[in-house]
């Protein structure tokens, strides 16, 4: 029966993760050995327990807890609230690249606006206190936006 199974130590080499993460899982109740030897504690790992312990790395790297693949590994979420789960997961990720998008447009209008001004070049010229200003009107895009809308809205 020892053929037909892997140790920690060789589950942990083959996906590059610690045997402490393994333990981990198996104190949640997600992934269990086949087999835990009385005499040394080796625990012992069957191919179908390979492939959930690769399911759970790769919803763990999806964003997934550990509470929720428990439930999803155990087939104990029915297909409507998996569905909603995985729904929600994807919003999640779509907010995150919404919010990484604007952090890129911001970037490039602060590296703009330094180059336009070409303020990059003189500013181990500056005092302390023209460089502060200098980064506050450069890197503050909100309120710079907010306070030309405001100051346009006001002209009207």
């Known amino acids: 029966m020892k053929n037909d199974l892997m140790l920690i130590g060789e589950i ?14 198996e ?12 005499s040394n504690g080796y625990r012992y790992y069957s191919a179908e327990q390979v492939q959930q312990l690769n399911a759970l790395l790769e919803l763990k790297a999806l964003g997934f807890s550990l509470d929720e693949i ?16 995985l729904e929600k997961k994807r919003q999640a990720w779509q907010e995150t690249m919404n919010c990484a998008r604007y952090k890129e447009e911001c970037l490039g209008e602060i590296i703009k606006n330094l180059q336009v001004s070409g303020a990059a070049q003189k500013i181990t010229e500056m005092t302390e206190e023209e460089r502060a200003w200098l ?13 030309k809308i405001l100051s346009e809205a006001l002209w009207l």
């Open 135 to 147: 980064l506050v009107k450069m890197v503050c895009l909100e309120d710079v936006r907010t306070q």
């Open 70 to 85: 428990k439930l999803i590994i155990d087939g104990k979420t029915a297909k409507a609230p998996l569905l909603e789960l």
């Open 27 to 38: 104190k949640k109740g997600i992934i269990k050995p086949v087999k835990v030897d009385a």
């Open 12 to 25: 942990a080499d083959f996906f590059g993760i610690s045997r402490k993460a393994i333990r981990l899982y």
